[in-house]
T-cell receptor
Framework: GAVVSQHPSRVICKSGTSVKIECRSL??????MFWYRQFPKQSLMLMAT?????????EQGVEKDKFLINHASLTLSTLTVTSAHPEDSSFYIC??????????????FGEGSWLTVV | AQKVTQAQTEISVVEKEDVTLDCVYE???????LFWYKQPPSGELVFLIR??????QNEISGRYSWNFQKSTSSFNFTITASQVVDSAVYFC????????????FGSGTKLNVKP
């Protein structure tokens, strides 16, 4: 079964509203999780690194006030798209890793969340 | 800087043909990981392989094989006797020494296998 779970898998929201996507590590604790965005027929681009108990680290060009990330526990990170607009419609996917070194590193991706803003 | 290039945007083959998906990477790290993932239309990423920078041995898993060559910074993926179920987008990815869990993806190659 999935070791990283995302919810919801699909969401449609109205323009101007906010929507929250959850990413949970099911069988392990993750001090760090990662959020990626994938526009249709494009690659996955790293948006931010979610750090448990501290602020997220955003990649260049990603608006931190628009994409709020909260990592309040060792098993849950949330991405909130605030004041969503149609151009935010995308596939959002998270990941979490076990280990940080070369010998024991395993990364797990969530199932992804399709966001459509109408 | 980390960068992955998948020059082939889309490839179409007929079932049972062999097909090779190219991946070229750039990194200044001496220690890094390379990955291949399959993404079907549903969107989830299906893990295929992970290779660390110290292991240049080629690998075969069933109909899949991978050729890792540090001299050319390439990590190519070959599907032998392709099947319709192999149709998907395939991503090559790189993670570096600073944070092995942080991925840099190539642009992906869409593989169409026709019956």
């Amino acid at each position: 079964g999935a070791v990283v779970s995302q919810h919801p898998s699909r969401v449609i929201c109205k323009s101007g509203t906010s929507v929250k996507i959850e990413c949970r590590s099911l069988d392990f604790q993750a001090t760090t999780m990662f959020w990626y965005r994938q526009f249709p027929k494009q690659s996955l681009m790293l948006m931010a690194t979610s750090n448990e108990g501290s602020k997220a680290t955003y990649e260049q060009g990603v608006e931190k006030d628009k994409f709020l990330i909260n990592h309040a526990s060792l098993t849950l990170s949330t991405l909130t798209v605030t004041s969503a607009h149609p151009e935010d419609s995308s596939f959002y996917i998270c990941s979490a890793g076990l280990g940080t070194g070369l010998s024991g590193n395993t990364i797990y991706f969530g199932e992804g969340s399709w966001l459509t803003v109408v | 800087a980390q960068k992955v290039t998948q020059a082939q945007t889309e490839i179409s083959v007929v079932e049972k043909e062999d097909v090779t998906l190219d991946c070229v990477y750039e990194t200044r790290d001496t220690t890094y990981y390379l990955f291949w993932y399959k993404q079907p239309p549903s969107g989830e990423l299906v893990f295929l392989i992970r290779r660390n920078s110290f292991d240049e041995q080629n690998e075969i898993s069933g109909r899949y094989s991978w050729n890792f060559q540090k001299s050319t910074s390439s990590f190519n993926f070959t599907i032998t006797a392709s099947q319709v179920v192999d149709s998907a987008v395939y991503f090559c990815a790189l993670s570096g020494a600073y944070n092995f869990n942080k991925f840099y993806f190539g642009s992906g190659t869409k593989l169409n296998v026709k019956p």
